[in-house]
Structures are given as C-alpha cells and as structure tokens.
C-alpha cells in the first residue's frame, strides 16, 4: 500500500472547471528538486521545462520580456544555523526559454523573495549579523535559541542595479522599533523579523511581509520609515503579500497561532490600505482542509480569479471571486534533502516532500515563446 499519504489522496490534476479556470499556464518550482522549474497546463501536463544548476532557493516567474526569472541556492552562502539551508537563495538569474542565462546577481545572504523590475534591477531580501547589544533589544522567541555561535541575524531589504551597484538599502534593526515587532514566543531567536516577502508598490514605496512577528508594513522609500502596518490582530505567520491594481493589499494568512482561535486553516485575504479592514476572504468551506503551517502564495488574476498556493503540500488550486474552486493540480514529484547539499535538514525534512514555496499562473499571451511550440 502507498505510504505517502499525499499520494495516495491524488496528485496531478484533480479538477478543472473550464468554463470559470482562466486560460494560461502555472509555474512551479518543487523545493527538494536540484532546480526543476515546470510550467503546467489546465490540463494537468506540462508544457515547459527548465532544469537549473542550483536547487531552487524559493520560487520562479516569468518576466514581461518572456525570460524565467529563477532565484537558485547559492553555492558558497555561510551555514549560519541550520534553517537557513531551507530558505536561502542568493543566485538570481534571468534565463531564457532555452536556459541560456541571461543576467545574474549574487548575494550569498539572501533569502526568500527577489524581483527583477523592469529597468534590469534587482529588489530582494537579504540577512545580516547583530551586535549582542542590537539582539538584545529584540523582545521574546526561545530563550537562547540564537544561532550555534549565538549570534542572531536581521533582514535588510536592497535594490541593486543591473550591474549589481547598490540603489537603496533598508535595515530592520535601524527602523523597526522591536517592542512594537517582538518575535513571538514559539520562534528562534536566530532570525528577526523574518521577511518573507517584498513588493514594490507603484506609489514607490516598499510593502514586506514580516513572518515571525505577524506583521505587514509599507516602508517609505525616501525616509525608511514604517509608514503603514498590519498587525498580529488580524494575520498569523502570513506570507505574499502583494499589490492590486485596486490599491488594496492580497496576503495569504497561514494561520499558526492566530489570535482568539484555536482551529488552525489559512486563508487569503485582500485588505483595504485605507481602512485596513477585510474586503475579501477565501477559505475552505471546511476550513481546517485548506492550511500551510509555513510559506503559501496568492495571486489575483486578470479574470478576477485568485491563483493559491497550499505550499508544504504541494497543492495549487484558483478560485473565483465568488470563492468557487475551479482549478486544482498537487505536485506530483516528491523528493527530500537528500543530494542537494542541505545536511543540516535531513533530518529535520527526511521524507519526500513536494512543496512549493508559490506558485504563478501567466495568460497564453504573456508566453508567446511557448505558443510557437
């Protein structure tokens, strides 16, 4: 008898309503693979493959211009504790559809989230070491839970130019007040905040979404001041949170340890930036079947449809407005730490895994490379 039991609940495409599924393709990129990126078709096949030198350190998308933009596990980052192996990055390359590389920045301290923007630079997250006197403004997480050499690490945030030239930098350490963002009691205390997320916004200001402290912010570009915050009262270990055209902000809400409830489910929210209130929410019907203790993805398409990711299971399902399930496809490649030059968590993930950190859903139209296939 199969023993996985994600297996043995199906995988591949489980359902597709092709009168409300919006046309176009779905990129995956499966965490424990050695850098397989694959687009998927409605129809369950895929259509498009790219194989990688580095394994993937988080996610994939695709750019105006057609090319893959890949964020790989750079081979020579420092093994600072043993978390960071599963979601450090730091080789952020362009390829085309051949898998010729196009462009590539490196920083051995990044993890997470990258975004090439248009004019060819690079905006993503990045990690630093603390002064024991900067860690111990830092209030809660594990008692003496900071990394083996019991430094504890802070996110930055850069944009760097096309040819790596630095544009703009931002330290959490340097304008985030701790006693309003404390790590809450159940994270280590090698990480803080745990930036999991950055989105440039198109008024030029900076939206992060911080993970260990449940929080939101939009950071001012010209000041690097905290001048918007969403806090633990609504999110729990959030992640993804991105801009709609609208104004309003799409956060997919993973929902360990949230406030006043003791049922654990995630969920997609779209939060208005003026009133902060809920606008729109999607969760299951039966909400604790829909849930990722860690990383998840949203993504409003064109149609009005919402593309997510249910990460640590492997499962990417759209859904309209109305919150009507009309697409569903789980990973169908397992595979653990094995190989891949992550020993520190082998042990901690030894089971065939087939995560995916997010997922994006492109129109025919954006891949008109792929059209002529």
Request: hydrophobic residues 40%; charged residues 20%.
């Amino acid at each position: 008898m199969e023993q996985s039991t994600l297996i043995r609940r199906g995988v591949g495409l489980r359902g597709v309503d092709p009168t409300l599924v919006s046309p176009g393709y779905t990129l995956v990129a499966h965490l424990t693979s050695p850098g397989v990126v694959r687009l998927i078709s409605n129809d369950g096949t895929e259509a498009h493959r790219w194989t990688l030198p580095f394994r993937p350190g988080r996610h994939a998308r695709i750019l105006p211009n057609g090319n893959l933009a890949y964020n790989g596990v750079h081979p020579d980052s420092p093994r600072i504790f043993p978390l960071w192996q599963k979601y450090r990055g730091g080789v952020m390359m362009q390829v085309d559809p051949a898998g010729n590389v196009v462009s590539e920045h490196r920083d051995p301290m990044a993890h997470h989230d990258q975004h090439h923007l248009a004019d060819g630079s690079l905006l993503y997250t990045t990690l630093e070491a603390l002064t024991p006197s900067q860690a111990a403004t830092i209030p809660g997480g594990i008692p003496s839970s900071e990394a083996p050499d019991g430094t504890a690490y802070a996110d930055c945030i850069k944009h760097v130019s096309a040819n790596g030239s630095l544009l703009w930098s931002w330290k959490a350490i340097e304008h985030l007040d701790p006693k309003l963002f404390p790590l809450h009691p159940h994270y280590a205390r090698e990480h803080w905040p745990l930036i999991n997320s950055v989105f440039p916004l198109a008024d030029g200001n900076i939206l992060a979404s911080l993970r260990s402290v449940s929080a939101v912010i939009i950071i001012s570009r010209s000041t690097g001041a905290v001048i918007w915050h969403l806090n633990d009262s609504v999110l729990a270990q959030q992640h993804c949170a991105s801009e709609l055209p609208n104004g309003n902000i799409l956060i997919f809400d993973n929902g360990t340890f949230r406030r006043g409830e003791s049922a654990t489910y995630s969920r997609v929210i779209e939060v208005s930036r003026a009133s902060k209130e809920i606008v729109w929410e999607y969760k299951d019907p039966h909400p604790m079947t829909f849930f990722t203790p860690f990383m998840g993805g949203a993504q409003r398409l064109k149609n009005g449809n919402t593309l997510i990711t249910e990460a640590a299971f492997g499962r990417v399902f759209e859904v309209t407005k109305e919150g009507r399930l009309c697409w569903e496809w789980v990973n169908d490649a397992f595979a653990d730490y094995k190989g891949l030059g992550a020993e520190e968590i082998e042990g901690l993930f030894g089971y065939g895994a087939n995560a995916l950190f997010r997922a994006y859903k492109y129109a025919p139209e954006e891949i008109p490379w792929l059209q002529g296939k």
